[in-house]
């Protein structure tokens, strides 16, 4: 495993990072149903997957990891689904602040976070306010987010200013993710292959990779898959292949 681990790395070149890696973390109900568990203990297992994510994007010298935690529309989900990703989000935060510290890794979330229960948006402004010096990865936590609120937020932002005619700028200057360059490459895990209301704005030139592999499976190996993957892609932004290469 280890072993496997260090053949992979030996294959991602240390030039061509994504600066940014956006995650739809999927597949966690499926993996605790078939082993005939509540659906709550595949968001529970899901915490590992979390880490490795973080550790191992961190290690790579990425800059920005944004991870869809919750979306708008996981509102509609049973209440006792809800309330205990919840009350997941809130302990993690509080059991994962240390590791975040000691890795220079500062936290912020983008999202409607006001909406979360009072416990879970203390902790996690606790937890922002005591990374923000932090100057390594920063690890964004989509919560209560889906990109036509970021969208519509932004233009009510724009209204609000009196704005009468729009720019693509300004639409990037007053969505939830101002100051993070978009996302180089997105991973959802799960075999869903579509965007659930993630970032829609800001993927518009983001690399797409899926995986098979359920969310509470996924490991660093996985991680140094995707980006593997990533660095064999020509981006060419609209652009010829012969102008990319020159
Ligand atoms: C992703 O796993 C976690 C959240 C959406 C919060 P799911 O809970 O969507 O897992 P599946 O898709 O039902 O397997
Ligand atoms: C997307 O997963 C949202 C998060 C990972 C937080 P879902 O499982 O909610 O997506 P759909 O509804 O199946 O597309
Ligand atoms: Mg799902």
């Given at each position: 495993m280890k072993i496997e681990l260090e053949q992979l790395r030996t294959q991602i070149s240390d030039n061509n990072i994504p600066e940014h890696i956006a995650v739809i973390m999927d597949g966690n109900g499926r993996w605790a149903q078939k082993q005939g568990v509540k659906r709550i203990f595949g968001h529970q297992n899901a915490i590992e997957a979390v880490r490795s994510v973080t550790e191992g994007s961190a290690e790579l010298g990425v800059k920005y990891l944004t991870l869809?935690?919750?979306?708008?529309?996981?509102?509609?989900?049973p209440k006792y689904e809800v309330d205990g990703l919840m009350t997941l989000l809130v302990n993690t935060i509080k059991d994962e602040l240390p590791t975040l510290q000691k890795n220079n890794i500062r936290l912020t979330s983008i999202g409607d976070i006001t909406a979360l229960p009072a416990n879970a948006q203390r902790r996690l402004g606790e937890a922002i306010e005591l990374t923000r010096t932090n100057t390594g990865m920063t690890l964004v936590l989509a919560l209560n987010y889906s990109g036509k609120w970021d969208l519509a937020n932004a233009m009510n932002n724009l209204i609000k200013k009196g704005k009468s005619y729009i720019e693509p700028s300004d639409i990037d200057e007053h969505l939830s993710t101002v100051g993070i360059p978009n996302p180089d490459l997105l991973i959802r895990t799960s075999g869903e292959m579509r965007i659930s209301n993630f970032l829609l704005w800001q993927m518009a030139y983001t690399e797409l990779y899926f995986t098979e592999v359920l969310w509470p499976d996924f490991r660093m190996k996985d991680l140094y898959e995707a980006v593997i993957s990533y660095q064999k892609r020509e981006r060419r932004f609209g652009k010829t292949s012969d102008q990319v290469k020159a």
């Open positions: 869809y935690a919750f979306s708008t529309e996981n509102w509609d989900r």
